[in-house]
T-cell receptor, first 111, second 113 residues
Framework: GNSVTQMEGPVTLSEEAFLTINCTYT??????LFWYVQYPGEGLQLLLK?????DKGSNKGFEATYRKETTSFHLEKGSVQVSDSAVYFC??????????FGAGTTVTVRA | DAGVTQSPTHLIKTRGQQVTLRCSPK?????VSWYQQALGQGPQFIFQ???????QRGNFPDRFSGHQFPNYSSELNVNALLLGDSALYLC????????????FGSGTRLTVV
């Protein structure tokens, strides 16, 4: 079956630091890959996506590149802000139409 | 344009009772999926509805059932509630098969006591 493995947290950073959250996947077919963000007490928001190999998704300064050869979709941001504190989920959807999530990585950014 | 709307936002039920959660998908979306998110964990897929039929089901017991109406809204029913059913229940909608991503509601926080 499909599965997503992402870097365990929690991750604590200072403002303006570089953030990387690793994500690797196992899937049948040609999955679409996503990063979702969940702020405290809220539902999930789609942060960025990539639907085919070598695509780069980007939004709000975050980027992730769909790497088929390494089955990875690592999330990066060059300079984090306190407002980026949240839980980040890597996810994929493949030919079973189910969105499969990783366990989530809690990121805390300190001023 | 309203996104995905879920009701109620919070709910407290007693063990053994039954509960119904409701979801209105984003305008233009015809596929609705339900997820259970336990505290500190990632969302787990319960089932998906398309054209008023259950298209896919996750690893959840038959106590969990659902329905999709002609206007694409959906209900999640849980019978014989257990303490372990306490979680955030998320509804997500998409156009078609969801390869461009799902839009999530804010969820219903269910507490079973």
């Amino acid at each position: 079956g499909n599965s997503v493995t992402q870097m365990e947290g929690p991750v604590t950073l200072s403002e303006e630091a570089f953030l990387t959250i690793n994500c690797t996947y196992t899937a049948t077919g040609y999955p679409s890959l996503f990063w979702y963000v969940q702020y405290p007490g809220e539902g999930l928001q789609l942060l960025l996506k990539a639907t085919k190999a070598d695509d780069k998704g980007s939004n709000k300064g975050f980027e992730a590149t769909y790497r088929k050869e390494t089955t990875s979709f690592h999330l990066e941001k060059g300079s984090v802000q306190v407002s980026d504190s949240a839980v980040y989920f890597c996810a994929l959807i493949s030919n079973d139409y189910k969105l499969s999530f990783g366990a989530g990585t809690t990121v805390t950014v300190r001023a | 344009d309203a996104g995905v709307t879920q009701s109620p936002t919070h709910l407290i039920k007693t063990r053994g009772q039954q509960v119904t959660l409701r979801c209105s998908p984003k305008s233009g979306h015809d596929t609705v999926s339900w997820y259970q998110q336990a505290l500190g964990q990632g969302p787990q897929f319960i089932f998906q509805y398309y054209e008023e039929e259950e298209r896919q089901r996750g690893n959840f017991p038959d106590r969990f059932s659902g329905h999709q109406f002609p206007n694409y809204s959906s209900e999640l029913n849980v019978n014989a509630l257990l303490l372990g059913d306490s979680a955030l229940y998320l509804c997500a909608s998409s156009p078609g098969q969801g390869f461009r991503g799902y839009t999530f509601g804010s969820g219903t926080r269910l507490t079973v006591v």
